[in-house]
Antibody
Framework: QVQLQESGPPGPVKPSGTLSLTCDVS?????????WSWIRQPPGKGLEWIGE???????NYSPSLKSRVTISLDSSKNQFSLRLTSVTAADTAIYFC?????????????????WGQGTLVTVSS | DVQMTQSPSSLSASVGDRVTITCRTS??????LAWFQQKPGKAPKSLIY???TLETGVPSKFSGSGSGTEFSLTISSLQPEDSATYYC?????????FGQGTRLEIK
């Protein structure tokens, strides 16, 4: 069973700064059959999909965050990363990494089947 | 965006009860809907995909149904460990969207 673990800054990120997170993938490899995603949940609010990346490097982003988001992948380290620029307090959230299927012949399987436990990122001066 | 309306937002039930959570979508999603369980500080756990297919290893007390724009998750024989927040999400159309969650309390 693949396992995902988020890691990020030890303290708050300053407003207007850049938020950077990494997701380590273990007990499995970052392969071509899956999409590797970032999702966030502001305190007391719902879940918001941020974006995802294929093994090939192709990305899909939420239109509402697209101008500030970059997701990248390092297959040699079996990890993928999130970079969010120009952050404000509204970006304070628990950030999850997750995997979902990328099967072109069975769309049913393209759901989020594995998640990390999430990491809280606070934007504060 | 596909809007997801999940109800109720919270419910309380007793051990042994059966409960149903509903997720309505603003448009058809080809039954590409999944349910997952979230407990505080833990990784969310997938329960159901394709609207009605049980994830491997998930007890059969969990079941999903529905089609079109209305879907439901039913949990039978409630146990204390079922206390959690349950979410639906659609994966038919970008951006992927989620229900607001249903907090289930076991009395």
């Amino acid at each position: 069973q693949v396992q995902l673990q988020e890691s990020g800054p030890p303290g708050p990120v300053k407003p207007s700064g850049t938020l950077s997170l990494t997701c380590d993938v273990s007990a499995g490899s970052i392969t071509n059959n899956y999409l590797w995603s970032w999702i966030r949940q502001p305190p007391g609010k719902g879940l918001e999909w941020i974006g995802e990346i294929w093994y090939s490097g192709k990305t899909n982003y939420s239109p509402s965050l697209k101008s500030r988001v970059t997701i990248s992948l390092d297959s040699s380290k079996n990890q993928f990363s999130l970079r969010l620029t120009s952050v404000t307090a509204a970006d304070t959230a628990i950030y999850f990494c997750a995997r979902r299927g990328g099967w072109s012949d069975n769309w049913n399987l393209n759901y989020f089947d594995s998640w990390g436990q999430g990491t809280l990122v606070t934007v504060s001066s | 965006d596909v809007q997801m309306t999940q109800s109720p937002s919270s419910l309380s039930a007793s051990v042994g009860d059966r409960v149903t959570i509903t997720c309505r979508t603003s448009q058809g999603i080809n039954n590409l809907l999944a349910w997952f369980q979230q407990k505080p500080g833990k990784a969310p756990k997938s329960l159901i995909y394709g609207a009605s297919t049980l994830e491997t290893g998930v007890p059969s007390k969990f079941s999903g149904s529905g089609s079109g724009t209305e879907f439901s998750l039913t949990i039978s024989s409630l146990q204390p460990e079922d206390s959690a927040t349950y979410y639906c999400h659609q994966y038919d159309t970008y951006p992927i969207t989620f229900g607001q969650g249903t907090r289930l309390e076991i009395k």
